[in-house]
């Protein structure tokens, strides 16, 4: 199915697909406990940005490898390139129309220890 989304000025608009049920991550690492992130982490190739990556700000920490990448008007972060699945998008399931989904599973991921559990998001890049 095709689903869309967008930041919360709209100038940042995208398009992905995804089953209709899906399963989120809901992760307790300092960035994305702090910001309520709920992971969708979809294969790059499944994602298709609707508007310039020009209205886009670029984030990165720790390691470099994760880009984070914000709407420069009104700061929200719709999507990001994680490091456990650099060949992936991970959308914030919050900046997405739900309309079209089924059932929605909500599952919790130690990002906090994010070393001894990373291995275990392998599969995402499988999908």
Not at 21 to 30: E, K, Q
Not at 43 to 48: G, L, S
Not at 86 to 95: Q, V, Y
């Amino acid at each position: 199915m095709l689903h869309s989304g967008d930041c919360h000025c709209g100038k940042v608009q995208f398009e992905f697909e995804s089953d209709a049920d899906v399963t989120l991550l809901r992760c307790n690492c300092s960035i994305c406990d702090r910001v309520g992130y709920l992971h969708l982490t979809i294969p790059q190739r499944r994602m298709m940005l609707k508007t310039s990556w020009d209205d886009l700000a670029l984030y990165t920490f720790n390691s470099g490898i994760a880009k984070h990448y914000f709407c420069k008007n009104c700061g929200v972060k719709p999507f990001y390139i994680p490091r456990s699945n650099p060949d992936c998008f991970s959308i914030n399931f919050r900046n997405v129309d739900q309309s079209n989904f089924g059932e929605i599973f909500i599952q919790d991921f130690d990002g906090r220890n994010w070393e001894s559990n990373a291995g275990s998001l392998s599969y995402l890049s499988e999908q």
